[in-house]
């Protein structure tokens, strides 16, 4: 597609059930961000996609959370037993990126508002 | 650790006035530099893109330039507009993955604009 597509755009669900939210990057970008925003605050790292290597999962926050990518394209974040905590918008971004060293630029979709009431 | 910070928190002004948005990074070993614009409940817009190597990129009204050695950088935006309301967001890529946790794209925390008709 023409941009990074996330859904769904908003999401509420009750404390304690699982959520997983979706994004489709731009096809050919081989690299592939989880970021959250709470409200009010920065942009919080979670997990990075590079290609075919092992993710870098050092910014998940607990082990509820985790994420996959399946063939190298759509990625799944999946959120157990949500807590009210949770409650953010949830930001994927995607980059052209042949290798670790890549500088290029990141192009994001508008996100997965997430409430856990 | 690097760390982007972003001055002004927040800024008002009135309409037609000319602006500079200020973004500090502590760690001069960067790859690029891009400077996002997010309106409320959206998600980020990319504004412009600055390699290491270069010192400042133009898209119609607005002027990012870059400092690395001093670990700066400016977006310029001319005769400020109501449309360009909203937060204004600055990241450096790292090399690799640095710091672990933070993954490699580093944000500030963002200046919220306000342009007043």
């Known amino acids: 597609g023409a941009g990074v597509s996330q859904s769904p755009s908003n999401k509420v669900t009750e404390k304690g059930k699982d959520v997983e939210l979706r994004c489709d990057p731009i096809s050919g970008h081989t690299a592939l961000y989880w970021y959250r925003q709470s409200l009010g605050q920065g942009l919080e790292f979670l997990i990075y996609f590079q290609g075919n290597s092992a993710p870098d999962k050092s910014g998940l926050p607990s082990d509820r959370f985790s994420a996959e990518r399946t063939g190298g394209s759509v990625s799944t974040l999946t959120i157990q037993r949500t807590q009210q905590e949770d409650s953010a918008v949830y930001l994927c971004a995607s980059s052209f990126a042949p290798g670790a060293a890549s500088n290029y630029g990141y192009t994001f979709g508008s996100g997965t508002r997430l409430t856990v009431v | ?117």
């Open chain 2, 1 to 117: 650790k690097q760390e982007v910070t972003q001055i002004p928190a927040a800024l008002s002004v009135p309409e037609g006035e000319n602006l500079v948005l200020n973004c500090s990074f502590t760690d001069s070993a960067i790859y690029n530099l891009q400077w996002f614009r997010q309106d409320p409940g959206k998600g980020l817009t990319s504004l412009l893109l600055i390699q290491s190597s270069q010192r400042e990129q133009t898209s119609g009204r607005l002027n990012a330039s870059l400092d690395k050695s001093s670990g700066r950088s400016t977006l310029y935006i001319a005769a400020s507009q109501p449309g360009d309301s909203a937060t204004y967001l600055c990241a450096v890529k790292l090399p690799g993955n640095y710091g672990g946790s933070q993954g490699n794209l580093i944000f500030g925390k963002g200046t919220k604009l306000s342009v007043k008709p």
